[in-house]
Nanobody, 124 residues
């Protein structure tokens, strides 16, 4: 069983940056792919980015390419999401999720473990 805790959210002005962290405990985190998702008020949860077990393969939603970077440090059992050039429409609760598979992907249903989320608010 993997437990995930997100941190690093907050209030930032448009054009600013934030780095989110997803700290894992339990299980064998280094063999799990991890994804970041987000959910804005009144909207469905959507895929942001994923990273495979090794950190060598990453995948992004089109609207995040070039602005967001996902990375991981398996020695620290932590995955990061660096968010740059933030826009008001990036405002959402951001969730990290881990799956038993090592490969990653964009489907919500493939992820087995979820954190509680961290709020990101971008003011325009």
């Amino acid at each position: 069983q993997v437990q995930l805790v997100e941190s690093g959210g907050g209030l930032v002005q448009a054009g600013g940056s934030l780095r989110l962290s997803c700290a894992a405990s339990g299980g064998t985190f280094s063999s799990n792919a991890v994804g970041w998702f987000r959910q804005a008020p009144g909207k469905e949860r959507e895929f942001v980015a994923s990273i495979d077990w090794s950190g060598h393969s990453t995948y992004y939603a089109d609207s995040m390419k070039g602005r967001f970077t996902i990375s991981r440090d398996n020695a620290k059992n932590t995955v990061y999401l660096q968010m740059n050039s933030l826009k008001a429409e990036d405002t959402a609760v951001y969730y990290c999720a881990a799956e038993r598979s090592p490969y990653g992907g964009s489907r919500i249903m493939q992820y087995d473990y979820w954190g509680q989320g961290t709020q990101v608010t971008v003011s325009s």
